[in-house]
């Protein structure tokens, strides 16, 4: 059973900033790709951001130039560094691990956040 473990959410005033992190199974970090994604109520799950095994990343458009993914391969850790909160990033947020071999694809328990304003 493939784990990841979130960690970092909370409840925090606009504009300010959280980190998040995931950590998932070192048999299986440094061949995935890491994504974050976010729900919230009533809306379907999407994707915030996501980064490859070699680095590359993608944001949604809106939180590009407020958030940043991040890996450490060493600690088989993805981090989800949030600038700037508004309240409309308001959701559950996602780990998700794509393990490149295989296409396999494993979640996270989720965590939340909560922009007040």
């Known amino acids: 059973q493939v784990q990841l473990v979130e960690s970092g959410g909370g409840l925090v005033q606009v504009g300010e900033s959280l980190r998040l992190s995931c950590a998932a199974p070192g048999s299986i970090f440094s061949l995935s790709t890491m994504g974050w994604y976010r729900q919230a109520p009533g809306n379907q799950r999407e994707l915030v951001a996501r980064?490859?095994?070699?680095?590359?990343?993608v944001y949604a458009d809106s939180v590009k130039g407020r958030f940043t993914i991040s890996r450490d391969n060493a600690k088989n850790t993805v981090y989800l560094q949030m600038n700037s909160l508004k309240p409309e990033d308001t959701a559950v947020y996602y780990c998700k691990a794509v393990l490149m071999v295989s296409w396999s694809e494993y979640w996270g328990q989720g965590t939340q956040v909560t922009v007040s304003s």
């Open positions: 980064i490859t095994s070699g680095g590359s990343t």
